[in-house]
Every structure is written in C-alpha cells, then in structure tokens.
C-alpha cells in the first residue's frame, strides 16, 4: 500500500511520529537464518512495547497459535526482503516457505522446528506463501496454506503430517472450490471443523463473486453505501481436504442486524480473520486492514451471522494486524505480530499477551504500546 493510501485512511500520529512511514522505504536486510537487523530499534528508540518479540533471528509474521499435546506450536509466516518494491499487490511480501515454532510456556524459551513446507515442494505452486493455519484430526495434523498458483491467483492448499512440528508434504492441487487468503480453522466441541478465508485488496477476495472469479480488480470495489465484502466460511469434509458445500459469507451485522458498509472502515472486514469460542459463543475476531485495528464480533453459530462488538486491540507498529487467540493452561492470550526489530512494513516479529474476556463476555482493549 502507498503512503498516500496509509495517511489517507487515518494511520494513527502516533505510529506516523515515530517513523513507519519513513522506515517503509529504508534499506533492506539480507534474507534466511540470522537475516534480522537493528534497523527498527533506530527508528524507534523511544517507543516501549508492551510485549518483546518471541523469535529474533528471522522475520516472522501472522502467527496461528495452537495447543497440541499440552504445548503451544505457532505455525507464522517467514517474511524475508526479496528487493521488491512496496505496492498496493503486496508484491513485496514474497514469503517462500513456513518455520514452525513450539514453546512449553508462555514466557519460556521458543523453539524453531526449522523449515516445514518449502514453495519448492508445492506441485502447483506460484508464488507467495501467505498467513496460514493448522488442524488436527485422527492422528494428521493439517496445514492450510494461500498461495498463488501459475496464474499469479491466490487458492488454498491444505499439506499433511504426523507431526504438529512438521515437515509437511503439499496435496498435489489446491482444494478445489477456494481462493483468497488468510485461512484459519475453527475445529467445534461437535468435531465440525471450519474453514474461515479472505482479504480484500492483494488478498484478492474483491475479484470474487459467488465462488467464480469476475475481474482483476486491485482493490476493493468502493461500493461505499454497499454491505461490505464479507470473510467467508465452509464446513470441511471429514477427509479435511475438501469444503462440503459452497462456501458463504461470514455476515458482520450492527446492532440494528444491518450488515457493515464497505465505507464503514472502522468496522468492518479486511482480512485476518479468528474463530474462538468461549462461553458457548462464538467470536470472530478480524483486522480492519487500512485502519490497521483488531475488531470482534459475537454469533450464536460458528457459520456466523455476528453481531459487531468493539475494537479489542489498538493499531501496532507496521501496516498489517493479523493475530490468533488460544486458551493454555486456563488463561487466554493473543499472538499478534508487529515491526520492532525492523521498523519495515514486510519484515514483522510476532509476539504474544494476555487477552481477558470481562464478565459481560467482552474483549479488554490491548494498547500494543506501553504508555
């Protein structure tokens, strides 16, 4: 996105003083192991954060959080500097290949399980290995990945293992039926699992309409007084690699149960989408995107509609938000990443912090920065 874009939309003064915009379009670091710099802790000296990076010596991003066997495995995104300029596409966002995390504790050392899928090893692979998400079920552990296919089009694939740290071994095609990116993967207390995928402008998602692709659009439509364009939502089959039906949109209603506008960019759906459920409810949590906030709301059913609730985290340092919510050992936290270690917009860390549902069954609000 351009600075233009960025201003225009309401980036925050505060992240604008301490250089984003400027660091956007700093010099790059080298790419792979140990391909960190100082460069951001220049930028911003004078800025406290409220939680330091979990993984330090490669550029991490999107982190999909899970418990499994009694541990927290983070399957994010490696960003690394391809040399490509900052565009509205997201070119510059040229991640190849997935690292798995795992850590016993929160606040306890971080383990790095090395590389679990390469684009390499994709039969139908593009380019550009987007957030991605993970399952379990039966013994395999699922792994849905965007990328783009030969035709510069984002679908989703779906890789297996029997091991949560990987390596993961790539379906020869891409699950049919799908497009867009940002999968994440709700598995119910029913054991329905479902598929939730999307993001608008080099997401893609605008150029889509009732599962047929219908233009090349770079951004979204700007039908302002239209309702927005929703995140959609699929049952999976039992196999975990097929959607048992067509997918539907997440609809994200107002108090009134009138759906969001597309100009209501406070509000309404960008990419980065969440399920969880806590007290029988079932919260879908999403980034805004071009105003850079974390917002959630709350449905009855997992296929949604939701009803909009509130902001529950506060711009990070960088463009992007995207962020996983889990429970371990009776507290719950949110995975989120930001642009510390770097000061760039394609070279993020993740992090983690406390998330606290108060007793009417809302969100606490989370300052990423310590004031």
Not at 37 to 44: L, R, S, V
Not at 178 to 200: C, E, L, M, Q, R
Not at 263 to 270: A, I, L, Q, T, W
Request: hydrophobic share 35%.
């Amino acid at each position: 996105m351009s600075v233009l874009n960025k201003v225009r939309f309401g980036m925050p003064l505060y992240l604008a003083a301490i250089g984003v915009l400027i660091s956007c379009n700093s010099s790059s670091s080298s790419a792979g192991k140990n391909d960190t710099t100082a460069t951001g802790a220049d930028t911003i000296a004078k800025v406290k954060f409220l939680s330091p990076p979990l993984v330090k010596d490669i550029y991490t991003a999107d982190p999909s959080a899970h418990v499994f066997n009694g541990k927290i495995y983070i399957y994010p995104s490696h960003d690394y500097d391809a040399g490509i300029k900052e565009n509205d596409n997201g070119d510059h966002f040229a991640m190849k290949d997935y690292h798995i995390f795992s850590m016993d504790s929160i606040g306890g050392p971080i383990t790095d399980h090395g590389v679990a899928l390469d684009v390499k090893d994709i039969p139908w692979a593009g380019r550009q290995l987007w957030a991605s998400d993970v399952a379990y079920k039966s013994g395999t552990y699922y792994l849905y990945f965007p990328l783009k296919n030969k035709q510069d089009i984002f679908q989703i694939g779906v890789a297996t293992s029997e091991n949560p740290a990987g390596p993961f071994k790539a379906e020869p095609e891409p699950i049919t039926g799908s497009y867009s990116i940002d999968p994440a993967v709700f598995t119910d207390t029913d054991g329905k699992t479902y598929i939730y995928f999307g993001g608008i402008w080099g997401g893609q998602l605008q150029q889509w309409a009732n599962g047929k692709r219908v233009n090349d659009s770079k951004t979204d439509l700007k039908n302002d007084d239209a309702p927005a364009l929703s995140c959609k939502v699929v049952q999976l089959k039992g196999n975990m690699k097929e959607f048992d039906g067509a997918p539907k949109d997440a609809l994200i209603l107002d108090s009134l149960g009138k759906p969001l506008l597309g100009k209501d960019h406070d509000r309404r759906f960008f990419e980065g989408s969440w399920m969880h459920k806590y007290n029988n409810k079932y919260y879908f949590s999403y980034s805004t995107g071009d105003t850079h906030l974390l917002c959630y709301a709350i449905g009855d059913s997992p296929m949604g509609p939701f009803t909009y609730k509130g902001v529950f985290m506060k711009p990070v340092q960088g463009w992007t938000t995207h962020h996983s919510i889990i429970e371990f050992k009776g507290k719950w936290y949110i995975f989120y990443h930001d642009t510390e270690l770097s000061g760039k917009t394609h070279l993020r860390n993740i992090k983690v912090t406390e998330l606290t549902h108060n007793a009417d069954g809302s969100i606490a609000l989370i300052d990423p920065f310590v004031k």
